[in-house]
């Protein structure tokens, strides 16, 4: 079974991810991984490059195109739910998971390691209250097709395993 985690950046994919993995002894896949391992570069440069449009094309090639195991769990890109058919796509192919959580409590998570994260990396810290609200409201559409929505501050992998094997 493919288990995608969707949600805005900070929401814990990655984190939560590597933990289900290993408690549901899945493979785990970070796509954000993957696109830098694929491009020898990081995403923040080839951003700074190739600018947002050739990413978001890039990173649904690399959603839909990527050879997975029959069983893993795939942290995706925050804003890879947003654009083109991906969010089609993840639900005809597997289970989709949101990690929701408040635009302030993001905020409060993004401040150290913004450097990474290009759409953050230039903003002061008032001004990045304001991107993730805005950013959160236009995305939030897409984040709720999600088969299972799951609060991102009382996240435990104990009862993410739970939930996905009662599904199968
Ligand atoms: N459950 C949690 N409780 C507290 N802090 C957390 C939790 N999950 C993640 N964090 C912290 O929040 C930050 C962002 O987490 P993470 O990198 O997993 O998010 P992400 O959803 O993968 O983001 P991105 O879309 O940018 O890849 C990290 O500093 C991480 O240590
Ligand atoms: O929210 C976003 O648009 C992004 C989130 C990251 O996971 C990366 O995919 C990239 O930095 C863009
Ligand atoms: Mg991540």
Same mark, same amino acid.
């Given at each position: 079974?493919?288990?995608?985690l969707i949600?805005?950046?900070?929401c814990?994919?990655s984190t939560m991810?590597?933990?289900?993995?290993?408690?549901?002894?899945?493979d785990? +896949? &970070?796509l954000?991984?993957?696109i830098?391992?694929?491009?020898?570069?990081? +995403?923040t440069a080839y951003f =700074?490059?190739?600018?947002?449009? =050739?990413?978001?094309?890039?990173e649904?090639?690399?959603? #839909?195109n990527?050879d997975?195991?029959?069983? !893993? +769990? +795939? !942290?995706?890109?925050?804003?890879?739910?947003?654009?083109? &058919?991906n %969010? &089609?796509? %993840?639900n005809?192919?597997?289970?989709s998971?949101?990690i929701e959580?408040s =635009? !302030?409590?993001?905020a #409060? *998570?993004?401040?150290s390691?913004?450097e990474?994260?290009?759409?953050l #990396?230039?903003?002061s @810290? =008032?001004?990045?209250?304001?991107?993730? @609200?805005?950013?959160?409201?236009?995305?939030? *559409?897409f984040?709720k097709r !999600?088969g299972?929505?799951?609060?991102?501050?009382?996240l435990?992998?104990d009862?993410?395993r739970? %939930?996905i094997l009662?599904?199968q």
């Amino acid at each position: 079974m493919k288990i995608f985690l969707i949600g805005f950046m900070g929401c814990g994919k990655s984190t939560m991810g590597k933990k289900l993995a290993v408690k549901l002894g899945y493979d785990f +896949i &970070d796509l954000d991984h993957q696109i830098e391992k694929n491009l020898g570069t990081t +995403i923040t440069a080839y951003f =700074a490059e190739n600018g947002e449009e =050739a990413f978001r094309k890039l990173e649904s090639e690399t959603l #839909k195109n990527f050879d997975y195991p029959s069983n !893993a +769990i +795939i !942290a995706t890109g925050g804003g890879a739910p947003c654009f083109f &058919d991906n %969010m &089609d796509w %993840m639900n005809a192919n597997g289970l989709s998971i949101y990690i929701e959580m408040s =635009a !302030a409590a993001l905020a #409060k *998570r993004l401040e150290s390691g913004k450097e990474k994260r290009p759409l953050l #990396k230039d903003l002061s @810290e =008032a001004e990045m209250v304001r991107f993730i @609200e805005d950013k959160l409201t236009e995305r939030e *559409r897409f984040y709720k097709r !999600a088969g299972v929505t799951v609060n991102g501050i009382s996240l435990s992998a104990d009862a993410m395993r739970a %939930m996905i094997l009662s599904r199968q």
